[in-house]
């Protein structure tokens, strides 16, 4: 089946930045989504940025301006460009696949740790 691997995450000081990195595997058809969301302790998940395999990007308004989201089709893969990180950033970050005109149809990885802090 479709397997997700994520890297990137770790602490880093508020004003820092981090590139989160998500390679997918499997079988997968040329039309998908991918995109990271996240989830704070005590809070929901919720999307962070998306884009799909034509390019189109989404994000959510805390990270306008901040977060760029990017992929790779070749690799089948998608980035995460986190610059001036707030502390509100704080969460575990997933990445998502969505594959359209399939089933099983979505994916998510193991997920990874983004702290900010002093």
């Known amino acids: 089946q479709v397997q997700l691997v994520e890297s990137g995450g770790g602490l880093v000081q508020p004003g820092g930045s981090l590139r989160l990195s998500c390679a997918a595997s499997?079988?997968?058809?040329?039309?998908?989504?991918m995109g990271w969301y996240r989830q704070a302790p005590g809070k929901q998940r919720e999307l962070v940025a998306t884009?799909?395999?034509?390019?189109?990007?989404n994000y959510a308004d805390s990270v306008k301006g901040r977060f760029t989201i990017s992929r790779d089709n070749a690799k089948t893969a998608v980035y995460m460009r986190m610059n001036s990180l707030k502390i509100d950033d704080t969460a575990v970050y997933y990445c998502?696949?969505?594959?359209?005109?399939?089933?099983?149809?979505?994916?998510w990885g193991q997920g990874t740790q983004v702290t900010v802090s002093e």
């Open positions: 884009i799909t395999s034509a390019g189109s990007t």
């Open positions: 998502r696949l969505y594959i359209y005109y399939s089933r099983p149809n979505d994916y």
């Open positions: 499997g079988n997968i058809l040329t039309i998908y989504t």
